[in-house]
């Protein structure tokens, strides 16, 4: 049995009307996937008379989209069009706050979007690269031994020498979980990566493990990158920290919808 859309039962007698709507920001930040809006506007039969791009920076109050369409089509509007936009455009800001405190001193990464479901997950990545921030550790083709690789091929060096034949930088996340931080970093180091991902959220053991490869004459040959519940004010201090790259995961993925609305301008017959 098909189900019932109380909105053809409320609109009936004025279907035939043209009302045009805004989106307005409700909020201040970066709009994310419009072109998402637009395509799923036309897919309802909404016209879209004005529509901001992905990427502008709103502040609130300010006029996302406008449209046009029947009273039923507008009443969607409300239920479908801002779904697609707030929660992108709330992660896109998120990514775009942890690119400006960066200030080009550290590579900011979000690798968060991967662990979302399939639904979403495309649509995520989108947006924290509208943000500003990147998606991948590199942007060069790598191979990335997290830890479970790493226990399963037999250690640090095992893993290593295992993907040594592959033409790809070699990342190995590090967690001092077999033996300390520095001694981790320094065997990977010396079998050949060229990333090392200290993911432990201690700040203590990133000095540990820089003071090590300075005192062997290697930190020059290796980049480091730092994960681990990293908040987005902790950012400006980790500049200081002869860090490479930082990846922030839930600060930005599981940032707020930026808040909006659908406000009706005029109706006509």
Known sequence: MREIDLRDMIFKDIISRRVVAAIVSDDEGIIALTEKLRSKADEI?????????????????????KLRGNPKQIALAEDLLIGIIAKASGIATAAYRANKLANNKVRVVCGAWKKMPVEVKNLFREAIKIGGVNVRILNESFIYLDKNYVKILGGIKEALKTVEEFNMIKVIQIKGRVKAIEDEALEAVINGAKVIMIDTGNLDDVRRVNRVLKEKGLRNKVMIAFAGNIKLNDIPKLINENIDIVDIGKEIIDAPLLDMRLEVISVED
Not at 45 to 52: K, M
């Open 45 to 65: 039969g909404i016209e879209v008379l004005e529509c901001l791009p992905s990427g502008a920076y709103v502040r609130r109050g300010t006029l996302i989209a």
